[in-house]
């Protein structure tokens, strides 16, 4: 990925709501820029080559609420800033979007065996974090449970330990959960299994 300061300027990117180099083999690690892109909305950069760790840097963009690192060789550590995200952690923040109606319909599939979803705008986009598929470590980070509008959490294969936060039931807007194939010990905490009769508690 290009790394200079030029690729965004006063003219450059500035209403960009929708960010999507899906599977086009780009390497090198997520490039600070797209911290200046104040519009952006949906960031899906899964299926490359992308190297380093997760920017401290997402958390504070204004308008992001969808993002997509899955398939990359991103290593580790989940930055506790990534759980501020403010179109997440506040109704009030993300009430005050105006989502951009598409002029042409965009073609998401999520993961690889996921279906192909297809948006006329940005409303409906679902909220989402999907980092499946890296080389992440650590442990989830207990503020995991600011992400209040959060819908979708996919950490799934990746190096992951520790307990699973108990709070993590407190997302009560969440739907989606995949935590599999990482080093997870524990139990899930009973609100969660409560909320979610599927979940069993097995080793």
């Known amino acids: ?18 960010l999507s180099f899906r599977d086009c083999e780009l390497t090198g690690s997520l490039a600070v820029w797209l911290s200046k892109l104040k519009k952006l909305e949906v960031l899906d950069m899964s ?9 401290s840097w997402l958390g504070t963009s204004p308008s992001l609420f969808h993002i997509n690192l899955g398939n990359n060789r991103i290593s580790g550590e989940l930055p506790k800033q990534l759980c501020e995200l403010p179109m997440l952690v506040s109704e ?5 979007v105006e989502h951009t109606y ?12 996921a279906y192909v979803w297809q948006y006329s705008s940005l409303s409906f986009f679902p909220p ?16 995991i449970s600011q992400l209040i509008l959060l ?7 990746n190096n ?7 709070k993590i039931s407190s997302l009560e807007m969440l739907e989606t959960l995949d ?14 299994v409560r909320r979610n009769p599927s979940i069993i508690d097995k080793p």
Do not use: C, W
């Open 92 to 96: 009030q923040t993300a009430a005050q």
């Open 47 to 55: 299926f490359n080559i992308i190297t380093g760790s997760v920017p």
């Open 102 to 113: 598409l002029e042409l319909p965009f073609f998401v599939k999520p993961a690889s065996d």
């Open 179 to 192: 935590l599999s194939m990482n080093h997870l010990s524990g139990a899930f905490n009973e609100p969660l």
């Open 151 to 157: 819908r979708t959490l996919d950490l799934s294969h």
């Open 128 to 143: 989402a974090i999907y980092l499946y598929n890296n080389s992440i470590n650590g442990s989830i980070p207990t503020e």
């Open 160 to 166: 992951v330990g520790g307990n699973i936060p108990d």
């Open 1 to 18: 990925m290009p790394n200079g300061d030029g690729m965004v300027n006063v003219d450059g990117f500035q209403n960009l709501g929708i």
